[in-house]
Structure formats: structure tokens, C-alpha cells
């Protein structure tokens, strides 16, 4: 039977699954976004594991112009010295359909909005009231219009207020202690990189990821620090105390145009307690970016509540939650891992972190079970 949904944000993952209702089905469904617009600056790169790529290929992203994307095949590991410690082989995931890609967000937000735009994304939308009348939900937004929708997506990020409305228990992201540093590099960078790859640097509290976002090559760089508070104004100074005393030739690439955030998290993956609201991407639960699958967690939880629509099973008793719960906590350890053992300090635990380092990137049972799993290989 015919569904009605409303879609709370218009991210990667209330878009990924307004493309799937839109090109797969007849139900009906709009977006509602709080901004004004989509933001689609320029930078802040987004890499996407096959297990993503595969999905959105059922979109068509594989028609995506081939020049605004990359498909880089290693990683190679550095310390914070740009020197190498060893690489692992990302292609080895890749399938001839599903190649790990990079690429800016724009990018993917543009592809994404293209055939929901007009018709199915309404701008300025906060919701003020929700009710619910016989099966259905009454969401009333604060600029006086209403929808009375059979389910209610929330896909508006990690703060989701849509959360407040229908959950008595708060459960508020913590910040990590962390904070994360972007910019993008248009010319030939002064690392000691293969600029084809994606290069991580590990160093005392910090690391440091750079990928190219397109054919033009331009870099995606991102770096992580470790930090007691968010001071947006003192960024400068952590870079110097944390980043820049560790290695000073690194000084010219934070002379430019810098974006910086507060890394937050989710502490807990709590279930809906509404038969007929359902929680995606970040609002689900929000990752760490030390394994880059936000974004890809994101397009797999719309892809996982489009099948369930589909299969008419989305009202019905299902294992959504159980079912994304274990996957995130897959996810969730492995992100969190990977922030632990990239920042040690002392000098004897990074000799030891690269020695295991080196030794398991070569074990294709370790790779597969800590990166297939991920992948889906
Ligand atoms: C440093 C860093 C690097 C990252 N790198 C990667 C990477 O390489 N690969 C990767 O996969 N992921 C990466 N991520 C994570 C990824 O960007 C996010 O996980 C992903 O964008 C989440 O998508 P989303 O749609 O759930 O939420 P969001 O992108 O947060 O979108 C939520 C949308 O909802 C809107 N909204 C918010 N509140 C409301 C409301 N009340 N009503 C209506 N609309 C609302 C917002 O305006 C926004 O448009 C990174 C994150 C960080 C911090």
C-alpha cells in the first residue's frame, strides 16, 4: 500500500533515501530541511568504501562525470616525519562496479539532489509540534504548514532535535576531546607523498589524512588533534604546539584557507521507541572519522529503511534496529580503535604500533576480517 514519509534533513543520508523512493517506488514523500539551501561549498573531501559505492551504483553514481571523482588504490602509512612506515592495498576490495572512491561533498550532495530537488525538498523547515492521530503523525513545522505522514525519517545529523520530540531520553553526543582541521590543497603539496593514494600520517595526539578529491588532483587535507576544548580562535596555536613541533616543515599548508569543527560522537545507540520514526546516518549514531564511514553508514542505514518500505515491512515488527546496531558497533569499535593506536605519544609505543603495523597490512586474514568486514567483502 501507498506510504507517505517525511525525511528530517537533507545530508548523504535523507537524500540517499529519497532517491531510492523516487526512482524505485510510488510512495510519496518530501524532504524537509532546516537551512535555506544545501550547503554544497567547496572542499571537505568524503571518501566512500565499496560498501557505499555499491549502493549508490543502484542510483547511478557510477554517471557521475568521471572528472569531479578518484579512485584511489592504497593507503600508505607515514609518521608525522613523512616517513613511511608501509601501505595497504585498497583495491583489493573494489569489484569492476564498486571502486573505493574520493571525492568533495559538494559533489556527492549535487548528484544526490539532482532528481529530488524541485519537487520533493522543501527549505526552512523546523518542526515546532508532532502528534499522532489514529496511525498516522501530525508534524507541525514552526512556519505554520503540517504533514500527516505515515512514518517519519529522522536523517538530521548527529544533534537530531527530531529525536527530542519523540524520545523522552536525551542522549546528548560527547565531544572527543579532538578537534579536526581542513584544507584543501590545490597545488603540488611539498609531501613526500604519492599524491595518488591516500596518505595518513600518524603522530603524538594527532593525524593527518590527505587524498585527492578529483582528476585535478587536488588534495583533501585533514588533520586531527587532540585537545581539551574546542577554541576555534586558538586553532593556530594547537597546530603549532601539537603539529608543527613534531615536524615544522609542515608550516605552508596550514597558511591557507582552514576549516576547523569539534569532533562529537554518539555514545550510546539507542532504539526508537516510535513504531513509525526512524532514525539514519548521523541521527542513528555518529562515528568517529578515523575509519571514514560516516558517509558510508549514512547511504547503508537509508538503503537498509528504503528495503523495508519497499517489502512493505517498515510497519510491521522489523530488525532495523537490530540489524544497523550490530553493524554500528562494527563500525564504532574500529573507528574508535583507529583513534586510539594513530595518536600515541611515547616513542616505544609508536616503534611498536608500526612494527604490528607493518606485519598486519601484509596478512590478508587480518585485512579481511578488519577491513572486509567493513567493505562487505
Ligand atoms: C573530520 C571529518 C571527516 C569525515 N570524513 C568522512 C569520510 O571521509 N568518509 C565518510 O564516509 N564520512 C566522513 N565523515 C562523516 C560524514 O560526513 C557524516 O557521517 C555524514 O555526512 C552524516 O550524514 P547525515 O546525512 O546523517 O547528517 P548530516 O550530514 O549532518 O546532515 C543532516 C542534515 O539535516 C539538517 N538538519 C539538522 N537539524 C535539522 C532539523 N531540526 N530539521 C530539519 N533539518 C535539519 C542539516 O542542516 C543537514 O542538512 C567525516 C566527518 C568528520 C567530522
Not at 108 to 120: A, C, G
Not at 145 to 171: P, Y
Request: with cysteine; proline share 2%; glycine share 4%.
Amino acid at each position: 500500500m501507498k506510504k507517505k514519509l517525511a525525511i528530517i534533513g537533507a545530508g548523504i543520508a535523507g537524500l540517499t533515501l529519497a532517491n531510492f523512493i523516487k526512482k524505485y517506488s510510488d510512495h510519496e514523500f518530501m524532504v524537509y530541511e532546516r537551512e535555506e539551501s544545501l550547503s554544497l561549498e567547496e572542499g571537505y573531501g568524503i571518501q566512500l568504501g565499496t560498501n557505499a559505492v555499491k549502493i549508490l551504483n543502484q542510483i547511478n553514481f557510477n554517471k557521475i562525470n568521471n572528472e569531479k571523482i578518484f579512485h584511489p588504490k592504497i593507503i600508505d602509512f607515514y609518521n608525522i616525519q613523512n616517513e613511511k612506515i608501509c601501505d595497504l592495498n585498497l583495491s583489493k576490495f573494489n569489484s569492476t562496479e564498486a571502486k573505493y572512491s574520493t571525492l568533495q561533498r559538494s559533489t556527492l550532495i549535487e548528484f544526490l539532489k539532482e532528481d529530488i530537488y524541485t519537487q520533493h525538498l522543501r527549505f526552512g523547515k523546523k518542526i515546532k509540534e508532532v502528534s499522532e492521530i489514529k496511525d498516522k503523525v501530525l508534524i507541525k513545522f514552526d512556519d505554520n504548514t503540517n504533514d500527516l505522514v505515515d512514518f517519519v525519517v529522522a536523517a538530521d545529523g548527529i544533534f537530531s532535535s527530531t529525536r527530542s520530540f519523540f524520545e523522552k531520553k536525551k542522549i546528548e553526543p560527547k565531544f572527543k576531546k579532538a578537534v579536526a582541521v581542513r584544507v584543501i590543497l590545490s597545488l603540488k603539496s611539498n609531501f613526500n607523498i604519492n599524491e595518488e593514494n591516500i596518505s595518513l600520517m600518524l603522530g603524538s595526539r594527532s593525524h593527518i589524512v590527505l587524498y585527492p578529491i578529483n582528476k585535478k588532483k587536488e588534495l583533501n587535507m585533514v588533520c586531527i588533534m587532540r585537545c581539551k576544548k574546542y577554541e576555534p580562535d586558538n586553532i593556530k596555536q594547537l597546530i603549532q604546539e601539537i603539529i608543527l613541533k613534531q615536524n615544522s616543515k609542515l608550516k605552508n599548508i596550514f597558511d591557507k584557507e582552514m576549516k576547523t569543527w569539534p569532533l562529537y560522537f554518539s555514545p550510546k545507540i539507542v532504539p526508537s521507541t516510535n513504531k513509525k520514526v526512524f532514525y539514519i546516518g548521523d541521527a542513528f549514531n555518529g562515528f568517529l572519522p578515523t575509519l571514514a564511514q560516516g558517509a558510508g553508514q549514512s547511504i547503508e542505514s537509508a538503503f537498509e529503511i528504503f528495503n523495508l518500505l519497499k517489502n512493505d515491512k517498515l510497519d510491521k515488527d522489523n530488525d532495523y534496529f537490530e540489524v544497523r546496531a550490530k553493524r554500528a558497533k562494527i563500525i564504532r569499535s574500529r573507528s574508535n580503535f583507529n583513534f586510539f593506536a594513530f595518536h600515541f605519544s611515547n616513542s616505544i609505543m609508536q616503534k611498536i604500533r608500526n612494527i604490528f603495523l607493518k606485519f598486519l597490512v601484509k596478512r590478508k586474514f587480518f585485512v579481511k576480517s578488519y577491513l572486509g568486514k567493513v567493505y562487505k567483502n
